[in-house]
């Protein structure tokens, strides 16, 4: 049972998870900053209102109700995943592809295809 649990734990997998959920409370510190020292004083200055959480706020039979809670929670989402995809997922994805092609580029590749696939045709050839 013990050693299960070692094997899961040692699995690249769930380390892969703990570094990203690390990274992905890092970026919710710094968009939160950016939001509360940024987004906060515009929306105030155009708004008139201390940040977006107030803005569009409405009372109905004593059920307060708040609009700008919504848009607030929805831009901190749009900004993480923004900054998750701009600065981790390109990156990443720019890294995978150079180190699948070998650091050349696509068209070398295709012309060493190319030659090898004359070279098979060659010796088809002076076999029959």
Not at 53 to 67: Q, R, Y
Request: glycine share 8%; no cysteine; hydrophobic share 55%.
């Amino acid at each position: 049972m013990l050693k299960g649990f070692r094997d899961f734990i040692a699995r690249g997998n769930v380390v892969d998870l703990a570094v990203a959920v690390v990274l992905g409370v890092a970026f919710t510190a710094v968009i939160n900053a950016v939001v509360n020292g940024f987004i906060n004083p515009l929306i105030a200055a155009i708004f008139g209102e201390p940040n977006l959480t107030e803005v569009g706020t409405f009372t109905l039979n004593g059920a307060e109700f708040s609009l700008g809670l919504i848009l607030d929670a929805l831009l901190n989402f749009l900004l993480v995943a923004a900054a998750i995809y701009f600065f981790v997922i390109v990156p990443l994805n720019k890294m995978l592809s150079l180190r699948r092609s070998g650091g050349e580029d696509a068209e070398a590749t295709t012309d060493d295809i190319t030659l090898l696939t004359e070279i098979r045709y060659l010796l088809k050839q002076q076999r029959s």
